[in-house]
């Protein structure tokens, strides 16, 4: 069941995020039962057009539950509009490059000066440092924290795909904020949290630095690209079943390889010189070639079935528009069903059912600018005010009405 009283429920966030990092931790925040409202400039947060124009994955799955409000923040007027909001908040969050920090007047002195006791959450590219005016993105750290290096299709380094370092340091961001309103109200450097991109690169891969500190004692040579990692065992991967399907298999230990060789591997050929995993990592191609052999014989159904009768861990590999189908994912709490214009999404959600503030009633996607008189009503503006805003282009309400997505080619 979700909370009956979300920790976060009267609780008020300004979100000044854009693509994914600030977005996501606004995300985590609103299913927590925070009031989270996105102020985005005319053209709107970035990921409103990125799918052939229209809003893209991002948005749809990060920004439901939020009011959007439009503000030119690059007018003295609309920077005095979010001075007011930021007033009226317990948190301000966003990710602003440290140049768009100032420039847009919402630097941490500037939001105290107006609301000593607010929590001030800035992600950037980089923390203190030489680089901290530097300008980053997920696969940039991705490639200098080592991720990269490590990760290569045809030899080429290569980005991982999703972006799990904007979603990393939108997480930790939260853990910063949940602490932060904690803490005494005039403690103003408790309430302020700054991080990363980079920094959180370096404590998500800290086992990798650590691991390769300990080989260079032991006196481990490593060859570039090679090492498997810490974790990585012979039949721990994917493999192709008889009909053209895959399955990752669970294979970290001594037990889980006696039950795949009790399952696929017929008695009289099992080898008891691989009994360890010390003794299959040595001999890793000819462990690789009994489970690719033992696998491809057999198609998904009966695979699945002599796998699970065995209690060997595994699970096919499924496309990702397959996924939600699933009658795991299916169990009722686990997904909200939301529209966006004249479309139905099934998001997932915050996976702490106990924690989680309740669906009913939760917010779809906004339209870009569809709270925004809404809000300013909220803080103390006048019906006259509003419309005198609106007319000089300060503010906007709802200039994004369609999906803005292109219709499919012919």
């Known amino acids: 069941m979700a909370a009956q009283h979300p920790v976060l429920a009267g609780r008020r966030v300004i979100e000044l995020g854009t693509m994914l990092a600030a977005p996501f931790a606004g995300h985590l925040l609103a299913q927590l039962g925070a009031e989270v409202i996105k102020v985005e400039p005319p053209a709107g947060d970035p990921t409103r057009t990125t ?13 439901r539950g939020k009011q959007s409000v439009c503000i030119d923040l690059k007018t003295s007027e609309g920077q005095a509009v979010l001075m007011r909001l930021i007033a009226s908040a317990d948190v301000v969050l966003h990710n602003l490059s440290p140049a768009s920090t100032r420039a847009l007047g919402v630097t941490r002195a500037d939001c105290l000066r107006v ?64 602490a932060a309103l904690q803490a005494p109200v005039d403690d103003v ?61 669970l294979m970290l230990s001594d037990g889980h390889w006696k039950k795949f060789c009790d399952a696929l591997v017929p008695a009289e050929t099992h080898d008891e010189t691989l009994t360890t995993s010390r003794s299959r990592k040595k001999r890793r191609p000819e462990v690789e070639l009994i489970v690719k052999t033992a696998v491809a014989a057999l198609p998904l159904a009966e695979l699945s079935s002599r796998l699970r009768d065995a209690g060997v861990g595994f699970t096919e590999i499924k496309p990702s528009d397959q996924v939600l189908n699933e009658a795991q994912a299916q169990v009722p709490g686990k997904l909200a069903r939301l529209g966006y214009a004249q479309h139905q999404f099934d998001l997932p959600n915050l996976p702490l059912p106990h924690q ?17 008189m809404a809000v300013l009503a909220s803080i103390g503006y006048q019906e006259p005010e509003c419309a005198v805003l609106q007319a000089a282009g300060v503010v906007a309400v709802l ?5 803005g997505w292109a219709p499919p080619r012919a």
Request: charged content about 15%; hydrophobic content about 35%; proline content about 7%.
């Open 189 to 249: 450097d408790a309430r302020c949290v700054e991080l990363g991109l980079y920094e959180t690169g370096l404590h998500v891969a800290a086992r990798d630095y650590a691991g390769d500190q300990l080989k260079a004692q032991l006196g481990v040579v490593a060859r570039a690209g090679a090492d498997p990692g810490e974790f990585s065992a012979p039949g721990y991967g994917a493999y192709e079943t008889a009909d053209g399907r895959w399955v990752y298999l």
């Open 51 to 63: 799918t052939r124009g229209g809003a893209g994955g991002s948005f749809l799955a990060y920004n």
């Open 356 to 372: 989680r503030a309740p669906l009913e009633g939760e917010l779809p996607p906004p339209l870009l600018g569809e709270h925004t």
């Open 399 to 403: 200039t994004q009405v369609g999906t």
């Open 115 to 178: 609301n000593p006791g607010v929590v001030y959450c800035h992600i950037q590219g980089y923390g203190s440092g030489p680089l901290e005016n530097e300008l980053a993105s997920n696969p940039v750290i991705e490639a200098s924290t080592g991720v990269m290096f490590g990760h290569r299709i045809n030899g080429r380094p290569t980005r991982l795909g999703p972006s799990y370092h904007d979603q990393f340091a939108g997480s930790y961001a939260v853990i910063g904020i949940l």
